[in-house]
């Protein structure tokens, strides 16, 4: 299984499963994602959502090997439909997101961390958003960032596009919290056990009435967001972020 799903005391914790990429993204690994997702946001015992990588990795970004692919992947053609159905998926999901980020989100992995609410980061793990280092947009990084950060913190990251430390990225708040990088799986989960401990339906009714502030629907926030992005780059300049 490239995403596997795990439903257990009230935690649905979902894996990007594909270790010797790092977890590179793919398009079966966006439908997958998106599926996972929107199994955990209708199942009633779920009360939130651990998002995590395979075997101490977060995730690398695409996976550039298959999008160059001779012939071309089948889903390639989609992708940008799959990719988008994947943020949507996050969007819109009803649950909370906590994401446990060890050792690197980088690029379209960073646009996955970023749209967790309660982001856990190894104190030297490190989240990058470094499409500007390829002469690239970073459509999705930035969608999530301006959604929950202000104009300066989505700058620091995506203007710089250098690694931020889960120490750095604690201090700027963007981290809910940074332990040992050995640690960031067992403390997200401690976290999802206490959020899974709340009273049932609280934790919805919050991240309802939060997500009603949103200026704009799912589709409408992310249509904003890519409009200024080249679709018709050659996959071997696709960042993915």
Excluded at 167 to 175: D, T
Excluded at 182 to 199: G, H, K, N, W
Excluded at 209 to 230: H, K
Aim: some cysteine.
């Amino acid at each position: 299984m490239i995403v596997e799903l795990e439903q257990n005391n009230g935690v649905a914790e979902i894996v990007l499963n594909h270790p010797k990429t790092r977890n590179a993204i793919t398009g079966p690994m966006g439908m997958a994602l998106a599926d996972a997702l929107n199994s955990a946001s209708k199942d009633e015992q779920t009360k939130c959502v651990l998002l995590r990588g395979a075997e101490g990795a977060f995730c690398s970004g695409l996976n550039l090997k298959e999008f160059n692919a001779e012939p071309p992947p089948p889903w390639l053609k989609d992708f940008g439909k799959i990719w988008r159905n994947a943020h949507l998926a996050l969007f819109n999901c009803p649950k909370p997101i906590v994401v446990a980020l060890e050792k690197f989100a980088i690029n379209g992995g960073a646009a996955l961390a970023l749209a967790g609410d309660l982001l856990v980061v190894g104190e030297d793990s490190y989240l990058q958003v470094g499409e500007v280092r390829q002469g690239m947009a970073a459509p999705y990084n930035m969608a999530w960032l301006r959604l929950r950060f202000s104009e300066y913190i989505a700058a620091q990251l995506t203007i710089s596009g250098r690694r931020y430390t889960g120490a750095e990225l604690l201090n700027k708040g963007i981290a809910y919290a940074a332990p040992s990088t050995s640690d960031t799986v067992s403390a997200a989960r401690e976290i999802c056990a206490e959020l899974a401990s709340f009273p049932r339906d609280a934790l919805q009714r919050i991240k309802t009435v939060m997500c009603a502030y949103r200026p704009e629907d799912g589709s409408a926030w992310f249509d904003q967001a890519t409009a200024n992005s080249s679709n018709s780059v050659k996959p071997s300049k696709v960042i993915g972020g």
